[in-house]
C-alpha cells in the first residue's frame, strides 16, 4: 500500500505505469481487440493509406498494421517480460543463497556466475541462436541463461549489505529458521534494487529482442513483431515512413514506461529518497544507476 501510495504522487509514475498497463492489457486481449486478423494477405490493400476500416494502413502484403501492432505486444513484451521474471526468480534463488550463508557456497556459485558472465550477451545469445535455430524462444532461453548470472551478482550485493545487519543477527540467534529470516527481513530491504535493476533489464531485453527480429534472427513470419514490422518497412521506409513509425513509435513508448518507471520505483520504495529528497544518497544511488548502465550493454 505505501508502495501504491508514493507512486501515485509522482505523475510521471503514474503515467509511466498506465502505459505498461494498457499495453499489457491489448496484449492479452490481442484476438478481442485488434480490428483484423494479423496475418490475413490482401494484395489489393498493399501499401493502402490509413482508412477507417485500417486505421494505420496496410503493409506491402495488404495487412492491417495495427492488428499487427497489438498482436506485436506478445513477443515484444509479454513473453520478454515472462523471461525476465524466470530469470529473476533464479537469480534471486542464487543471489540470496550466496549472500546469506557465504562460505563455499557463496564461492562455488560466484565462480559459476563469473564463469557465465564471461561471455559478451550479445555475442552469446547470436550463439545460442546459431546452435538452436532463429527464433523466439530461442533468443528467450539465451537471455535466461545469461541474465540469472547478473541478477545473481546484484542481488547477493545488496543481500549481504543487510546480512550482518544486528537485527539479523539477534534473528539467526533466536533460531529463527534462515527461510523465515530471509522472507521477512532480507527480501523486503532489498526489494528496491531489484524492482529498479529488473526494470531497467526489461528495456535492455526488449531492445536486444526487436534488434534481432529487424536482423532475421528473432521471431517468424507471419507473426508479428515490432523489430521485424520495422524490417519490413525498411524498402518504403522513405515513400511510406508511418509503416516505420507506428512500431518504432511503440518500443520508444513502451522502453521509455519502462525507465522512467525505474527511476520512479527507485524514489519510492528507498525511504532515504522518499524522506530526504535533498539529501540523498548520491553514492548509492550511482552505483544502481552504474549496474544498471553497465548490463544495458550486455
Given at each position: 500500500m505505501r508502495l501504491f501510495k508514493n507512486l501515485s504522487r509522482d505523475k510521471l509514475a503514474v503515467t509511466s505505469l498506465a502505459v505498461i498497463v494498457v499495453t499489457l492489457i491489448l496484449g492479452i486481449c490481442a484476438p478481442i481487440v485488434a480490428p483484423h486478423d494479423p496475418g490475413a494477405v490482401n494484395m489489393k490493400l498493399r501499401y493502402a493509406s490509413p482508412s477507417w476500416p485500417y486505421l494505420l494502413g496496410n503493409d506491402h502484403l495488404g495487412r492491417c498494421v495495427l492488428s499487427r501492432l497489438i498482436y506485436g505486444i506478445?513477443?515484444?513484451?509479454?513473453?520478454?517480460?515472462?523471461?525476465?521474471?524466470?530469470?529473476?526468480?533464479?537469480?534471486?534463488?542464487?543471489?540470496?543463497?550466496?549472500?546469506?550463508?557465504?562460505?563455499?557456497v557463496d564461492a562455488w556459485l560466484m565462480r559459476i556466475c563469473d564463469i557465465m558472465l564471461s561471455f559478451p550477451g550479445y555475442v552469446m545469445t547470436l550463439a545460442v541462436v546459431g546452435?538452436?535455430?532463429?527464433?523466439?524462444?530461442?533468443?528467450?532461453?539465451?537471455?535466461?541463461?545469461?541474465?540469472?548470472?547478473?541478477?545473481?551478482?546484484?542481488?547477493?550485493?545488496?543481500?549481504?549489505?543487510?546480512?550482518?545487519?544486528?537485527?539479523?543477527?539477534?534473528?539467526?540467534?533466536?533460531?529463527?529458521?534462515?527461510?523465515?529470516?530471509?522472507?521477512?527481513?532480507?527480501?523486503?530491504?532489498?526489494?528496491?534494487?531489484?524492482?529498479?535493476?529488473?526494470?531497467?533489464?526489461?528495456?535492455?531485453?526488449?531492445?536486444?529482442?526487436?534488434?534481432?527480429?529487424?536482423?532475421?534472427?528473432?521471431?517468424?513470419?507471419?507473426?508479428?513483431?515490432?523489430?521485424?514490422?520495422?524490417?519490413?518497412?525498411?524498402?518504403?521506409?522513405?515513400?511510406?515512413?508511418?509503416?516505420?513509425?507506428?512500431?518504432?513509435?511503440?518500443?520508444?513508448v513502451v522502453v521509455s514506461a519502462f525507465n522512467f518507471l525505474s527511476d520512479s520505483l527507485q524514489v519510492a520504495l528507498d525511504p532515504k529518497l522518499m524522506n530526504s529528497p535533498d539529501k540523498r544518497d548520491k553514492s548509492r544511488e550511482r552505483e544502481v544507476r552504474k549496474a544498471a548502465y553497465e548490463y544495458s550493454r550486455g
Open positions: 506478445r513477443p515484444s513484451v509479454l513473453w520478454v517480460l515472462a523471461a525476465l521474471g524466470f530469470s529473476v526468480l533464479v537469480g534471486a534463488a542464487a543471489g540470496f543463497t550466496a549472500g546469506y550463508f557465504k562460505g563455499k546452435i538452436l535455430g532463429a527464433g523466439l524462444e530461442n533468443i528467450l532461453i539465451a537471455f535466461v541463461c545469461m541474465k540469472w548470472a547478473w541478477f545473481a551478482r546484484v542481488i547477493r550485493t545488496s543481500v549481504m549489505q543487510f546480512s550482518d545487519m544486528d537485527y539479523v543477527k539477534f534473528a539467526k540467534a533466536s533460531g529463527i529458521p534462515s527461510c523465515t529470516i530471509i522472507t521477512r527481513h532480507i527480501i523486503p530491504v532489498t526489494f528496491a534494487d531489484i524492482a529498479v535493476i529488473s526494470s531497467g533489464a526489461m528495456c535492455s531485453m526488449m531492445l536486444q529482442v526487436s534488434g534481432l527480429s529487424f536482423l532475421g534472427l528473432g521471431i517468424q513470419a507471419p507473426h508479428a513483431e515490432w523489430g521485424m514490422m520495422l524490417n519490413e518497412a525498411r524498402e518504403v521506409m522513405f515513400s511510406r515512413p508511418e509503416l516505420m513509425l507506428a512500431p518504432g513509435l511503440a518500443i520508444v
